[in-house]
């Protein structure tokens, strides 16, 4: 059985696909998340926007493990964020901030995922639970598309930084 939608649940909803279109602009056009342009800008504070507002949503009453999934989701941006910065982390530094950023892009495909499949069709959602084979399947598909993309920014990062030296 599918739990209503609170009005703030709605803001909230409407809220967090922010940055999935903010996110999904920056890999077409830039290929990674840039805090640097518009879109990267826009991912960040919709994002931390997403998790501010789902504070106040929960079915249980309190804090739950969803919020302090969120809270990781903000450490995971805002360390790819601030990686380039770190001198210490040498040539690792934009390797880090392109994991950091593109996985705070997964990780909020876990939520998604199971709040979009558990409540629609509202009729008779697609899954009865967050573990069903059909969620777990789903975001396994979410993984492959990280690793592949990740895998894809190391690449032109090395490229480039390849490129460079040769200059």
Request: glycine content about 8%; charged content about 10%.
């Amino acid at each position: 059985m599918t739990h209503p939608i609170s009005p703030l649940g709605a803001i909230h909803t409407v809220i967090s696909l922010i940055p999935v279109i903010a996110g999904a602009y920056s890999f077409i056009r830039y290929h990674k998340i840039d805090p640097k342009t518009r879109a990267g800008s826009v991912y960040l504070i919709s994002l931390t926007l997403t998790v501010a507002t789902a504070f106040g949503v929960s079915s249980t009453g309190g804090l739950n493990a969803g919020h302090a999934f969120g809270i990781i989701v903000l450490l995971a941006a805002y360390a790819g964020t601030w990686a380039p910065t770190l001198s210490f982390l040498g040539r690792a530094r934009p390797y880090l901030s392109a994991f950091g950023l593109s996985f705070s892009f997964l990780l909020s495909f876990v939520p998604a995922t199971n709040e979009t499949l558990t409540r629609l069709p509202v009729s008779h959602p697609i899954a009865d639970h967050p573990m069903a084979p059909v969620v777990l399947s789903t975001l396994l598909v979410w993984l492959g598309f990280f690793i592949v993309g990740f895998a894809a920014q190391c690449r032109q990062i090395y490229s480039r930084n390849k490129a460079l030296v040769r200059t």
